[in-house]
């Protein structure tokens, strides 16, 4: 005799949309307790670039100096760190606060019929590569977002750009990774908290844009 068919029910709890289940009692402290923690968090990212300043000089200048040889400013990164690439890239391009010049600045995970056709063809290790190999020179900065630092299509990035004799810059995450050998300038925040770093990361970029805007003459 065929088995009836058991159908297996969903709790009803988990049945309800997400919202519906939230508690809202404890709202309030837990946005205090969350709030707390992330000030906890970021006050040690920042504690442990506080820790090297020289470091974040070295990146400004080595950023600065590739656009006044008139070079262009690569940048890429994965993930969040990939949306803070394009960040930076835009800010470069239209202005961070006040009016100035545009500076000729690329992101390559801006476009994803090129990330696709590299992916597809040489594998998602060559997606940056491939690009800083037909568009980097001397002249141009390759810079990189990564929360670790040891990101194999971050690493062929770099390699490619130091073939083609480019400036290689990081701002990089736990204890830099692989990559921190391989910039030429970085900013190395410490910590596991991808979070925080990317946050810091945010605020040393913005930096990167103020300089142009403080400086006429840039």
């Known amino acids: ?17 997400y919202h519906s ?15 707390a923690d992330r000030r906890a968090r970021l006050e040690a990212a920042f504690a442990s670039v506080d820790a090297d300043p020289d470091s974040i000089v070295r990146l400004l200048r080595a950023v600065e100096a590739t656009v006044r040889r008139g070079g262009t400013i690569l940048t890429c990164g994965n993930g969040g760190s990939a949306a803070e690439a394009l960040h930076f890239a835009e800010e470069l391009i239209g202005r961070f606060r006040g009016d100035r010049p545009p500076i000729r600045s690329m992101c390559l995970n801006a476009d994803p019929t090129a990330l696709t056709c590299i992916a597809n063809d040489y594998g998602f290790e060559a997606i940056f590569a491939r690009q800083v190999e037909a568009m980097a020179t001397e002249l141009d900065a390759l810079v990189i977002f990564s929360t670790s630092g040891r990101s194999p299509n971050l690493l062929a990035a770099l390699e490619a750009a130091r073939a083609r004799g480019a400036t290689t810059i990081g ?33 040393l970029m913005h930096a990167c844009c103020e300089q142009f805007e403080t400086d006429p003459g840039a």
Do not use: N
Not at 1 to 17: F, N
């Open 1 to 17: 005799m065929e088995k009836p068919l058991r159908v297996r029910k969903t709790p009803a709890a988990a049945s309800r949309p």
């Open 21 to 35: 289940r939230m508690p809202v009692t404890d709202t309030e402290d837990r946005i205090r307790a969350l709030l």
């Open 171 to 203: 701002f990089l995450g736990g204890d830099g990774g692989d990559a921190r050998a391989s910039c030429d300038a970085s900013v190395v925040v410490g910590g596991h908290d991808s979070a925080a770093i990317q946050e810091v990361h945010q605020f």
